[in-house]
């Protein structure tokens, strides 16, 4: 098995698999059904909700227990809650709470400052974000933390923001990000899923293997590794693509990724199929089991 092989089997081994993506596209469809038939009036599966986060940039990886999902409410519901005495973002994630019951009954449905948390027994969660749509495209969103107020973000704008440059880099861009997933799992890196994204979509535009095929996946996975290494370490934040938001940093994710790139440069040394054996062992020290033996 050569490197071109070995990376088109890990992207088998990493993708999610289609039974999972099947069984949340039938939660999300009765979700999305739930609150249309008791805030729009209508039973439809589709209107009104989006994916969102990594799952809705298509970033998401195999293992991903968490689905980000905005759901659009009417306006009439904004100027109710904005009106409220005491908290009215609270009390509106407690309406959708409510709706949510009405399909869903489990006492474990709950809020979690800005969303409406739905956990299922087979580990995955539905993270429910009601908003409001603005003229601008961004979405108004109640945070119930601290006493209550409104925020905004443009999570259509991230989506779009990746997938154009998914598209400039042979498609290698989200392949990255999911790679990425894997070894942050794998090694608990402290940092998530969207400052993952944020840095490779940094990244990838200047690399050299870009726009390569299957073969130059080891490059890439060793040159961002390195780049995650090179962020400065007192940096908190960085921006979002698209949107601009705010990703904070949670931890020192440099150091893991320095280790890490020594093992991918020696990896990346072991070029040919008498190498195979030897280099997938490498490989599987930076990505653990996901990686093929």
């Known amino acids: ?80 809650y904005n009106d409220y005495r005491g908290n009215g ?21 709950g809020g979690d400052g800005q969303v409406v948390v739905l956990p299922f027994t087979d580990g995955v969660t539905f993270e429910i974000l009601p908003y409001f749509s603005n003229t601008d495209g ?24 990746i997938h154009d440059r998914n598209l400039v880099v042979n498609h290698n861009l989200k392949a990255l990000c999911r790679m990425m997933r894997v ?22 535009i200047d690399s050299a293997w870009r726009d390569k095929s299957y073969y130059y996946h080891d490059f890439l996975a060793r040159d961002f590794l390195k780049f995650m290494n090179d962020q400065d370490r007192d940096q908190a934040h960085w921006r979002m693509p698209g949107s601009g938001q705010y990703v ?5 994710f440099g150091y893991k990724a320095g280790i890490d790139h020594k093992y991918a440069v020696a990896a990346c040394g072991l070029q040919g199929d008498e190498n195979g054996p030897a280099r997938r062992a490498q490989w599987r020290i930076v990505f653990g089991n996901t990686f093929p033996a």
């Open 138 to 161: 961004t979405w108004t969103y109640p945070d119930a933390n601290g006493g209550g107020s409104w925020k905004t973000c443009n999570p259509r704008a991230e989506i779009k923001a």
């Open 89 to 109: 973002q609270s009390a509106l994630l407690q309406e959708v709470r409510t709706s949510l019951l009405r399909s869903y009954h489990s006492s474990s449905i």
């Open 248 to 252: 904070r940093r949670s931890g020192a």
């Open 183 to 204: 070894w942050k799992d794998h090694n608990k890196a402290p940092m998530s899923g969207a400052l993952i994204d944020t840095l490779a979509y940094q990244f990838i």
């Open 1 to 80: 098995m050569g490197v071109a092989e070995e990376f088109y089997a890990f992207r088998s081994n990493y993708n999610i698999g289609q039974g999972l993506i099947s069984s949340i596209g039938e939660r999300y469809r009765r979700i999305t059904r739930r609150l249309n038939t008791d805030f729009w009036d209508t039973t439809s599966e589709s209107a009104h909700s989006l994916y969102v986060g990594s799952y809705g940039r298509d970033t998401a990886a195999k293992g991903v227990s968490d689905l980000d999902v905005g759901f659009q409410l009417p306006y009439n519901v904004y100027a109710k």
